[in-house]
């Protein structure tokens, strides 16, 4: 790591360190607030950087790093306008009165002699307004797909989980038209498919998917569907029958180990060509692609000129040129920076709760990601806080929907609607009245 500056700081100081990917720790810290660090090798893959150490007495941003002196003097941000192919890692670490802020990269790739890159000052105690002015600089830069109105969306995740049926979709549908609910999306999450590997091989359990994405259709609205193209189990007929296509460890999940694809092999990319041409042609066009860190992995390609940011890019590229520019893009679990110009919304932090603990006894785990990047919303994308969950069973939803009714960007809920409450309902149509700038 290479020294890029040394900052006088006041005991009020603050550093914003942008995480890796949507579900990786991302705030403003100070001096004496711990570090987020995975404390199993599971969540370093899927948590943090794949391949890249997370110190231990340091902030670490990927490709962005803001400090305000918290002094009334200016924020300092460091950070790319070019994440095509390389996202600097940025460290800042508390040294007496100053913070050392140093990079893996070239100190000279964050100065604004460099067209690609940025380091500026704006305003006295600043931090927030300098984010947004480097959002706004690299959206720009980067193609950024904005202003469309934000989606109102009914999911199926936090209801049903991986038990979702055809005719759960079918019945809150029908509830859907009877509440008269502003919904314009009703997508379909995991669940749908076999999973890992298998993500367009029908499930015999949840029923007809072309019947299901009809009855959506024929409502009026859009469908959406949710998978993880850039990831497969370790176990998955892809993984075995194509051990040439696959990357390493992805993390775990499904009761299997993950791994993610080189995006860069013929034979990967025939394959996710088969897959979203199968989605386009059921009538499909809101698309929430999951897991997506993986498609980043370190590790040898198929193209050797090709760098893990390159190659994931390339992936999306080739969704979006299968899917078309009509289509909207929901990524999650993706890197952050080099997302932007190729989807259309981002999940900006971890999951609501996972199952065991759909009455918040786990707690909230989104909050913290989702306020710091507020920021985010309209300069690089339409922003997914995650869905409301409004149903009385949820201990916290109270708590949950002062964060999602305050937040930027889509607008989703993940109830059954015949299980709302009287509150339920208050909530859920507060909700889809707002439009949040």
Same mark, same amino acid.
């Given at each position: ?48 950087? /794949?391949?890249? /150490? ?135 999450d995991d669940g749908w498919s076999l999973g890992t590997g298998e993500w367009t091989a029908p499930n015999p359990r949840f029923g007809s998917l072309p019947d299901t994405v009809a009855a959506i259709l024929d409502s009026g609205r859009r469908a959406g569907i949710w998978l993880a193209p850039f990831s497969v189990g370790a ?62 992995? /370190? ?92 149903? /009385? ?45």
């Amino acid at each position: 790591m290479s020294i890029v500056d040394e900052i006088p700081v006041g005991p009020d100081a603050r550093v914003y360190a942008e995480g890796w990917q949507s579900w990786s720790p991302t705030t403003w810290s100070s001096r004496d607030d711990r570090v987020h660090r995975p404390t199993e090798a599971w969540q370093h893959a899927m948590r943090f950087r /794949p391949g890249v /150490p997370v110190a231990d007495d340091a902030l670490q941003g990927e490709g962005l790093l803001v400090v305000d002196p918290g002094d009334g003097s200016d924020a300092r941000v460091f950070g790319t306008l070019d994440a095509s192919r390389e996202v600097p890692t940025i460290r800042a670490r508390w040294r007496g009165d100053r913070v050392v802020v140093e990079t893996d990269a070239d100190p000279g790739s964050l100065s604004l002699s460099d067209a690609g890159s940025l380091s500026l000052s704006k305003g006295p105690g600043s931090g927030g307004a300098a984010l947004e002015v480097f959002g706004e600089r690299f959206g720009a830069a980067s193609g950024a797909r904005i202003g469309r109105r934000s989606p109102r969306v009914w999911c199926t995740w936090y209801q049903y989980f991986e038990e979702v049926r055809a005719s759960d979709v079918v019945e809150n549908l029908r509830a859907i038209d009877d509440a008269g609910l502003d919904v314009d999306v009703v997508q379909i999450d995991d669940g749908w498919s076999l999973g890992t590997g298998e993500w367009t091989a029908p499930n015999p359990r949840f029923g007809s998917l072309p019947d299901t994405v009809a009855a959506i259709l024929d409502s009026g609205r859009r469908a959406g569907i949710w998978l993880a193209p850039f990831s497969v189990g370790a176990g998955s007929s892809v993984a075995r029958e194509h051990p040439d296509w696959v990357l390493g460890d992805a993390g775990r999940n499904w009761g299997d180990d993950l791994r993610g694809l080189d995006l860069t092999h013929p034979g990967v990319r025939d394959y996710l060509t088969r897959v979203f041409t199968d989605i386009r042609d059921l009538g499909i066009d809101y698309v929430k692609l999951d897991f997506l860190y993986s498609g980043a992995l /370190p590790g040898a390609r198929r193209d050797p000129d090709a760098t893990p940011v390159s190659a994931y890019r390339s992936g999306l590229e080739l969704i979006r040129g299968v899917l078309g520019e009509d289509a909207f893009l929901l990524g999650c679990g993706a890197p952050i920076l080099p997302s932007v110009g190729l989807v259309d919304g981002m999940r900006v932090a971890g999951d609501t709760f996972h199952e065991g603990g759909e009455d918040g006894s786990q707690g909230l785990r989104g909050r913290m990601s989702v306020e710091a990047r507020s920021w985010q919303h309209g300069r690089f994308w339409t922003n997914d806080p995650d869905c409301l969950v409004a149903r /009385p069973e949820f201990a916290l939803r109270e708590e949950w929907a002062d964060v999602v009714l305050a937040a930027p960007g889509i607008r989703g809920f993940s109830d059954r609607i015949g299980g709302l409450d009287a509150r339920g309902r208050q909530l859920v149509d507060a909700l889809l009245k707002e439009e949040k700038a």
